[in-house]
């Protein structure tokens, strides 16, 4: 970059530390004790190959120096990979003993830095700088290692093999966290989709931007939009107003102590958003003492919520704050103005609202109704109790919001689509956010690890085991939690049976086929694949994927025309089984059948009157079972290509073989097989 720039490296380098520190000294992160430069501790990374290269653990070539993967046995603890589907770099590199083995040290380039080592000059790989300044500043041994969870492989996973084969401990405990995505997608200069911190603060003020970057679960993902982002700043502005509101009234208010309830949630491995709710609740016991001039208890409550605040580092009354908000009596009292404002035309929407829904009621009685049999709605409940808890909700979540109502209408349609119905004429059914109902689905959901982005919970839902447990897992994987009426819901489900709870999940991201192959070839046992041909309806999608999941299956290919998706109706019929199974689409299915076959593959089609029986079928080796549409069975190509076609005997009166119990039965007797065997 340096050179392209026509600068020196170290200029350009220095150039995006200043861009670092402004930005942190914006939000008020505290430094670190030492910020160590990787082109200062090159004598402390050539100590360390030396005992690589004595421990039997490493090797030079050339001027390279590599390390030998196959040296160290526990390779890919942390991450799960096993050392035969490990690929590291150029496996044609000189001199380079095996492709898996990684970089150390590399041999100079013309144009870059480099550095005199016994093997020649060059500069360091990036996992070996890590492990030798860690090393240097925190010891052999040291407590926690952070990180962002797309760095566990190889990163990660190098720097512990590194340590351990130059003697040291390393780390004890590994944090990963999530991203800031952009539809989806990691926040990455490679994608193009980054937001600088100068632009963003010309949006919000820092503390703002502070509080919403850390509203969620720092394993959980955080989804950018302008939205959430101007509602959390409204969320914190509203903490921030009682806390000054208070201080002015009170004639100060001194940092108090966070609650039971916020310490118990950080210590329930840091789960922010339960202690956001805690946050907000105790405000919201301050502001109803500060009404009616309890300043003795609004003063307590505002130093609580300021002692958890400044955890969070975003105490309003913070020196850091006040100081680079210039006359703090003076934006108190512009604050204050506004707020009243607000909270004077809230009131007044109110107003209007109640009035509009009596003309409707005694318009209702009129017509010969009675308030409670004609008349549908919340009764004016305030959302209470759930909301706050969580991620700011994106818009999809928000039931009001025009992108809501787009994705209640295609959960709309993929019910119909679920009951039999054909999209129109023209009309192409697209994959969008999905809406699952019902307490046992939602929870089911929710243990598998969906990637939700929203919980709804009607207000005056009767709570049980399921609902609270529900709650609880949103709560601790970051799932915006809200608390709506139960019309909103009606409307969101079009009717359906959603018993007072329904989860938003994104739309499915589906794997390639030769992920699929990858995947199970990591497994003890061969592959056990399932293909679907012309399976229209979702709930036998959701069953198939339920039951391969169950029966040790290793992934479900489905085809990217005349099928079912992974919709609505397929999570709750797959019971949170697509969480847990990788479904990839492929563009031709036959293409992909043949595709797998010459890989050893064996491909058999399930029928009614197939010409190999289950007792004759072998099933020990890689195998991909095909099952066709009910009524109409395989596709002629996809027939043709069969190795074998399965014969499922009916017993019972029906007129179709249905494609889930076919699957279930023949992956239930695979299961079978290879246990025993």
């Known amino acids: 970059?340096?050179?392209?720039?026509?600068?020196?490296?170290?200029?350009?380098?220095?150039?995006?530390?200043?861009?670092?520190?402004?930005?942190?000294?914006?939000?008020?992160?505290?430094?670190?004790?030492?910020?160590?430069?990787?082109?200062?501790?090159?004598?402390?990374?050539?100590?360390?190959?030396?005992?690589?290269?004595?421990?039997?653990?490493?090797?030079?070539?050339?001027?390279?120096?590599?390390?030998?993967?196959?040296?160290?046995?526990?390779?890919?603890?942390?991450?799960?990979?096993?050392?035969?589907?490990?690929?590291?770099?150029?496996?044609?590199?000189?001199?380079?003993?095996?492709?898996?083995?990684?970089?150390?040290?590399?041999?100079?380039?013309?144009?870059?830095?480099?550095?005199?080592?016994?093997?020649?000059?060059?500069?360091?790989?990036?996992?070996?700088?890590?492990?030798?300044?860690?090393?240097?500043?925190?010891?052999?041994?040291?407590?926690?290692?952070?990180?962002?969870?797309?760095?566990?492989?190889?990163?990660?996973?190098?720097?512990?093999?590194?340590?351990?084969?130059?003697?040291?401990?390393?780390?004890?405990?590994?944090?990963?966290?999530?991203?800031?995505?952009?539809?989806?997608?990691?926040?990455?200069?490679?994608?193009?989709?980054?937001?600088?911190?100068?632009?963003?603060?010309?949006?919000?003020?820092?503390?703002?931007?502070?509080?919403?970057?850390?509203?969620?679960?720092?394993?959980?993902?955080?989804?950018?939009?302008?939205?959430?982002?101007?509602?959390?700043?409204?969320?914190?502005?509203?903490?921030?107003?009682?806390?000054?509101?208070?201080?002015?009234?009170?004639?100060?208010?001194?940092?108090?102590?966070?609650?039971?309830?916020?310490?118990?949630?950080?210590?329930?491995?840091?789960?922010?958003?339960?202690?956001?709710?805690?946050?907000?609740?105790?405000?919201?016991?301050?502001?109803?003492?500060?009404?009616?001039?309890?300043?003795?208890?609004?003063?307590?409550?505002?130093?609580?919520?300021?002692?958890?605040?400044?955890?969070?580092?975003?105490?309003?009354?913070?020196?850091?704050?006040?100081?680079?908000?210039?006359?703090?009596?003076?934006?108190?009292?512009?604050?204050?103005?506004?707020?009243?404002?607000?909270?004077?035309?809230?009131?007044?929407?109110?107003?209007?609202?109640?009035?509009?829904?009596?003309?409707?009621?005694?318009?209702?009685?009129?017509?010969?109704?009675?308030?409670?049999?004609?008349?549908?709605?919340?009764?004016?409940?305030?959302?209470?109790?759930?909301?706050?808890?969580?991620?700011?909700?994106?818009?999809?979540?928000?039931?009001?919001h025009p992108a809501a109502k787009r994705a209640a209408r295609a959960a709309r349609a993929d019910e119909k689509q679920g009951r039999g119905g054909r999209p129109g004429p023209g009309r192409k059914v697209l994959d969008g956010p999905q809406t699952v109902l019902g307490r046992n689905p939602v929870v089911e959901c929710l243990r598998a690890g969906v990637p939700a982005t929203a919980l709804w919970v009607a207000v005056g839902t009767e709570s049980d085991d399921r609902l609270k447990e529900s709650v609880q897992l949103a709560a601790d994987a970051g799932i915006s939690i809200l608390e709506v009426p139960r019309t909103d819901l009606d409307r969101l489900s079009a009717n359906g049976l959603h018993q007072g709870i329904a989860l938003q999940v994104p739309p499915y991201r589906y794997a390639h086929p030769d992920d699929l192959l990858s995947e199970g070839r990591k497994h003890a046992e061969p592959p056990l694949l399932v293909a679907l041909d012309n399976i229209t309806d979702p709930r036998n999608l959701g069953a198939v994927v339920r039951s391969v999941a169950a029966f040790g299956g290793h992934g479900v290919v489905i085809p990217e025309r005349r099928s079912a998706s992974v919709s609505a109706v397929a999570w709750r019929t797959s019971a949170g089984a697509a969480a847990r199974l990788p479904i990839a689409r492929a563009t031709n299915l036959t293409r992909t059948l043949k595709d797998w076959a010459s890989k050893g593959v064996q491909v058999v089609g399930l029928d009614a009157e197939g010409d190999t029986t289950l007792d004759d079928f072998d099933g020990s080796g890689p195998v991909v079972i095909v099952v066709g549409s009910e009524g109409k069975g395989l596709s002629r190509l996809v027939r043709e290509n069969c190795d074998a076609i399965l014969s499922i005997p009916m017993a019972g009166p029906v007129e179709s073989l249905n494609a889930s119990v076919a699957a279930g039965v023949v992956l239930a007797d695979i299961a079978r097989r290879r246990r025993s065997s």
């Open 1 to 400: 970059k340096a050179a392209g720039a026509g600068r020196p490296w170290w200029e350009w380098a220095a150039t995006f530390e200043r861009s670092f520190t402004w930005a942190y000294d914006q939000l008020g992160v505290l430094p670190p004790s030492i910020e160590p430069r990787a082109t200062g501790h090159v004598t402390q990374m050539v100590e360390m190959m030396e005992r690589l290269i004595e421990n039997g653990h490493a090797y030079a070539a050339g001027g390279d120096v590599y390390f030998d993967v196959q040296s160290y046995p526990e390779y890919g603890a942390l991450s799960g990979h096993k050392l035969d589907d490990v690929h590291q770099g150029e496996s044609a590199a000189e001199g380079k003993r095996d492709p898996r083995d990684f970089t150390l040290w590399k041999a100079v380039k013309p144009g870059e830095p480099s550095w005199p080592t016994p093997w020649g000059p060059g500069r360091p790989g990036w996992h070996l700088e890590c492990s030798a300044m860690a090393e240097f500043y925190l010891g052999a041994a040291f407590d926690i290692h952070c990180g962002g969870r797309d760095l566990v492989f190889p990163h990660h996973e190098n720097e512990i093999a590194q340590a351990k084969c130059a003697g040291d401990d390393f780390a004890q405990y590994w944090l990963h966290n999530g991203w800031v995505t952009m539809s989806g997608e990691k926040m990455s200069k490679s994608l193009g989709n980054v937001l600088s911190v100068p632009n963003v603060l010309k949006k919000v003020r820092p503390q703002e931007l502070r509080y919403y970057l850390g509203s969620a679960h720092y394993r959980s993902n955080l989804e950018y939009s302008d939205e959430a982002l101007d509602e959390s700043a409204k969320s914190y502005q509203g903490l921030e107003s009682f806390v000054l509101r208070t201080h002015k009234r009170a004639g100060g208010v001194e940092l108090g102590t966070w609650t039971e309830g916020f310490a118990a949630a950080l210590d329930n491995d840091l789960s922010v958003p339960i202690a956001l709710a805690e946050i907000h609740g105790k405000a919201s016991e301050g502001n109803s003492a500060l009404a009616p001039g309890d300043l003795d208890a609004a003063r307590v409550a505002a130093g609580q919520v300021r002692a958890m605040l400044a955890i969070r580092g975003v105490d309003p009354l913070d020196e850091h704050w006040t100081q680079s908000g210039g006359d703090t009596e003076t934006a108190m009292e512009a604050l204050d103005v506004l707020v009243r404002a607000d909270l004077d035309r809230r009131q007044q929407a109110r107003r209007a609202v109640t009035m509009a829904g009596n003309s409707s009621r005694r318009g209702a009685v009129r017509k010969g109704g009675t308030k409670k049999g004609q008349v549908a709605g919340s009764g004016g409940k305030h959302r209470r109790g759930l909301e706050g808890r969580g991620a700011t909700p994106p818009a999809e979540a928000r039931t009001k």
